[in-house]
């Protein structure tokens, strides 16, 4: 059974500093994994998808690595903004999306 | 703007009663999803349904039922069969399931609490 665990389970940093979340699973035959974010009390977003042959992910400020041999994939957020403050969740795919408990994040001014 | 509306937002319940979550979407996805969130944990799969007409238990599914008789259209039941229903319900959507390789779209959440 694939477990996805996601530590810490909460970060606090000031405004500017550069984020370093962490994601890692047990079963590396994965076709894909995804990072979304999620405000409270609302649904998921999706951020980035990473197809299981790719080894990183880039959208604007956001940049997602995978080690699938390793079983660990990275969520990079450069220069936070207190608007980045979230929960940021990983999910793997291998046969059904597994999904970690996710990292929460305050960014603070 | 194409999406995912789910109804009601917050939902209280007796014990012993069975409630009915809705789920809309006008995205033409074929694949739709019943997922719960309890503090702490990550999503876990209910129902999911790949087409019309046809549906699969995931890992929780047990006291609760849905059906899918439309393709717009997945409600979530959650009857009293279930021990402890408090909880954050989403519903989601992919242009197909199955392959993963399609990113989900999420409703906003629909808040359970058993009085």
């Known amino acids: 059974k694939q477990e996805v665990t996601q530590i810490p389970a909460a970060l606090s940093v000031p405004e500017g500093e550069n984020l370093v979340l962490n994601c890692s699973f047990t079963?590396?035959?994965?076709?894909?994994l995804q990072w979304f974010r999620q405000d409270p009390g609302k649904g998921l977003t999706s951020l980035l998808l990473?197809?299981?042959?790719?080894r990183e992910q880039t959208s604007g400020r956001l940049n997602a690595s995978l080690d699938k041999s390793s079983g660990r994939s990275t969520l990079y957020i450069a220069a936070s903004q207190p608007g980045d403050s979230a929960t940021y969740l990983c999910?793997?795919?291998?046969?059904?999306?597994?999904f970690g408990a996710g990292t929460t994040v305050t960014v603070r001014a | 703007d194409g999406g995912i509306t789910q109804s009601p937002k917050y939902l209280f319940r007796k014990e012993g009663q069975n409630v009915t979550l809705s789920c809309e979407q006008n995205?033409?996805?074929?694949?739709m999803y019943w997922y719960r969130q309890d503090p702490g944990q990550g999503l876990r799969l209910i129902y999911y349904?790949?087409?019309?007409?046809?549906?699969q238990k995931g890992d929780i599914a047990e006291g609760y039922s849905v059906s899918r008789e439309k393709k717009e259209s997945f409600p979530l039941t959650v009857t009293s069969a279930q021990k402890n229903p408090t909880a954050f319900y989403l519903c989601?959507?992919?242009?197909?399931?199955?392959?993963?390789?399609?990113?989900?779209?999420f409703g906003a959440g629909s808040r359970l609490t058993v009085l």
């Open positions: 079963d590396s035959a994965i076709y894909n």
């Open positions: 349904s790949q087409i019309v007409n046809d549906f």
């Open positions: 995205l033409n996805h074929d694949a």
């Open positions: 999910a793997v795919f291998d046969y059904k999306l597994s």
């Open positions: 989601a959507s992919s242009i197909e399931g199955g392959s993963g390789a399609n990113v989900l779209t």
């Open positions: 990473i197809q299981s042959s790719q």
